[in-house]
Structure formats: structure tokens, C-alpha cells
């Protein structure tokens, strides 16, 4: 949510957008979130990353080794520990330097009516959107798809960039509406939500897109390197895995699709809850069983192959360590992002296209 939110205030920027000057603040916060994120993240794959990475074993790109993987040994210019931490913590520092600086800058919007603090958020958010695109396709491949090292799928990165983006731009919905709720953000009218609510429907739909793309062209190809990544999904997660397809579709394509829909605060802070759900399901659905399948390998390894007759896969469910880490995780997000909300105005002052916003209308 926090890196999709700095993504879309960059987009702002780059296009000299003006209807979303007096949403720019929350979209800020709500960045402010990537340090602290990225120190967890560090800390979850210094101390489980081989629990969850088969590729990380040892051995597993040595030909004298028993557990030996040609595969990932084809794959070791890569997929090797020393280069995966060197883009770990380039894919931090980038995306929380950027972060910082938009918000540093447009701080400085509110003690000056000079324009020098915006053009250079434009310049800098032109440079972050070549960085996003590379860090964001590459950390989708190391984070999510490298769970299953074996599997490779070319629309991967954009899928993942679809599910975390429409996230970021129903917290964004939640964050303002909830505002408004308060008495806050006065200036964010009917015609705001409205664009945001075109958001929130448009990447919904072109996550459906990639969605069925993906799953269409590797069951239309059947080739076995493929299909293991959604036979394992089919034949053993298949009620999380239809109900993320049509929850975060079905969904909003109802019920975001007319006009009136958009503009009422309390059904688009409902439809953001609904997107979270759906797309902390089909995270979900992304990262668990390929986490299972290595934790399968590492069991088998201690226990034993012939332990137990053979290979026994171990399958994940939802259960209250799922949501309560989920809750624990959110209620973190929320709080950096409300304090620092709290220490600036929740509107830049002197932002040089806020009359436009001010009087925007759809």
C-alpha cells in the first residue's frame, strides 16, 4: 500500500495532475510507511529466507551435492544470495529516499508560494517512475515467484504491480473518506471520490485482465513447467483462489460501475474493504502454497525421503495467525500514516495547481 501510494503520487507529479492537490498529503503518509517496512522485510529473510526460498539451500547449484537442482543452477547468475540482498536493499533505500522527498518537498509548499519545491518533486518523480518499473518487476520476481523457483511466468510483474496498486488506491479511498467521516479534508468534494473511485474500478478491471491472461495462456500452452503453479492452486486451494478471482472482480464490477456509486463516501470506504480483502486473498494465494511446497522440501530433508514412503506436500490455511498478523500489520500501516498526517496540514498550502482542485468537477 505504501510503495503503490508513492507510485501513484509520483504519476501526479509527472502528469501535472490537478485535481489530486488536496489528496497529495494522505497519499504522502501513507509512503512514510517503506523504512519501516523494509527493516521487517530484512528481518523476516535474514531469519526465515532459507525456510522459505528452495533456491537459498545449500548445496542446490552444487553438481556433487545430493540435493543438486540443475534448474536453479541455470538460474544461480541471479538467484543467489549475495546478489538477492544487494537488490533487497537497493529496492528499500530507493523507494523510501523517494518517499521522503516528495513529502520533504512538499513541506516546503507550505512556508513558501515558490514553485522551486514542486517542479523539483516533478523532476524526481520522472527519474523514481524509470527506477519503479525496474525495482517493482524484479522484486515481484525475488519476493513472490522465486517462492517457486522452478515457475516463471513473463506477465508475473505486472500482475503483481495490478494487485498491490488497486490495494493502495482503496486504502486511499478508506484513508480520505474516513477523514471526511471526521470533519477533516473539507476540500475533497463528491468529484474527488469520484476519481478515485474510477481508480479503484479501472485497476480492478485490469487486474481481472492479467488475471485471466495469465491463467489462459499457460492452460491453453499445457506445458508441464507451467501448469504446476495452478494445478497446485486448483486441486488444493481452490475456494481461496475463486473466491479472490471474484471477489476483487465481481465486485467492484458491480457495484463501482455507475456514476452515483463513486460519489457515496460510505460505499466506497465499504468497497475498499472488500478490495483488501479480496487482494490480501489472492496475495495470499500467490505466496502460501509456494511457501508450503519449500517447507515440504525442508521437511523431507530432515525427516528423510524414505521416512514416510515419499515427498508429503504440506498445505497452508487461514487461521488466527494469519489474521492476527494481518491486523497487526494494518494497525502498524495505520498508525505511521496518522502521525504523520498529524504533523503537517492535511492540504499543501501553497501547492500551484490547488485552485484547479479546489473547483474540480466532473
Known amino acids: ?13 509527472v502528469a501535472e495532475v ?12 501513507m509512503g512514510q510507511s517503506l523504512p519501516v517496512a523494509g527493516i521487517i522485510m530484512i528481518v523476516i529473510l535474514a531469519f526465515g529466507g532459507r525456510s522459505l526460498y528452495h533456491w537459498m539451500e545449500e548445496g542446490i547449484t552444487d553438481p556433487n551435492a545430493p540435493n543438486y ?6 538460474k544461480s547468475a541471479f538467484l543467489n544470495p549475495l546478489f538477492f540482498w544487494i537488490r533487497v536493499i537497493l529496492y528499500f533505500a530507493i523507494w523510501s529516499y523517494f518517499a521522503r522527498f516528495f513529502r520533504s518537498n512538499s513541506l516546503q509548499m507550505d512556508a513558501s508560494p515558490n514553485v522551486a519545491a514542486y517542479l523539483k518533486n516533478r523532476r524526481f518523480a520522472a527519474a523514481f517512475l524509470v527506477l519503479f518499473a525496474v525495482t517493482e518487476s524484479l522484486m515481484s520476481w525475488d519476493f513472490i515467484m522465486s517462492l517457486e523457483s522452478h515457475w516463471y511466468s513473463t506477465l508475473f510483474a505486472w500482475y503483481t504491480f495490478a494487485g498491490f496498486f488497486v490495494t493502495s488506491l482503496a486504502a486511499l479511498a478508506f484513508i480520505v473518506t474516513y477523514l471526511q467521516h471526521r470533519g477533516y479534508l473539507k476540500e475533497v468534494s463528491e468529484h474527488h471520490l469520484h476519481d478515485i473511485g474510477k481508480f479503484m474500478f479501472a485497476f480492478s478491471i485490469f487486474w481481472t485482465y492479467l488475471w ?7 492452460w491453453y500452452s499445457n506445458i508441464s513447467e507451467e501448469i ?4 497446485l492452486r486448483q486441486d488444493h486451494y481452490r475456494g481461496i483462489w475463486l473466491a479472490a ?15 452515483d456509486a463513486k460519489r457515496k463516501k460510505y460505499l466506497l470506504m465499504f468497497m475498499s474493504a472488500v478490495i483488501f480483502i479480496g487482494h490480501w486473498l489472492d496475495f495470499y494465494i500467490m505466496v502460501v502454497p509456494g511457501s508450503m511446497v519449500t517447507a515440504s522440501h525442508h521437511a523431507t530433508a530432515h525427516a528423510g525421503a524414505g521416512a514416510h514412503g515419499g515427498h508429503e506436500l504440506i498445505y497452508g490455511s487461514i487461521g488466527l495467525m494469519e489474521i492476527g498478523t494481518t491486523i497487526g500489520f494494518l494497525g502498524l500501516f495505520a498508525y505511521i500514516t496518522q502521525l504523520y ?5 492535511l492540504v499543501v498550502k501553497h501547492h500551484p495547481m490547488m485552485e484547479e482542485s479546489l473547483h474540480h468537477a466532473i
Open 1 to 13: 500500500m505504501a510503495l503503490g501510494a508513492t507510485f501513484f503520487l509520483a504519476i501526479q507529479y
Open 18 to 29: 490537478g485535481w489530486s492537490a488536496v489528496i497529495k498529503r494522505p497519499l504522502e503518509a
Open 69 to 74: 537442482d540443475a534448474i536453479l543452477a541455470g
Open 212 to 218: 485471466f491472461c495469465q491463467f489462459m495462456l499457460i
Open 228 to 231: 504446476t503453479y495452478f494445478m
Open 245 to 259: 478471482f471474484f471477489i476483487n472482480f465481481i465486485a467492484p464490477f458491480l457495484i463501482l460501475m455507475t456514476r
Open 341 to 345: 498526517l498529524s504533523k503537517s496540514p
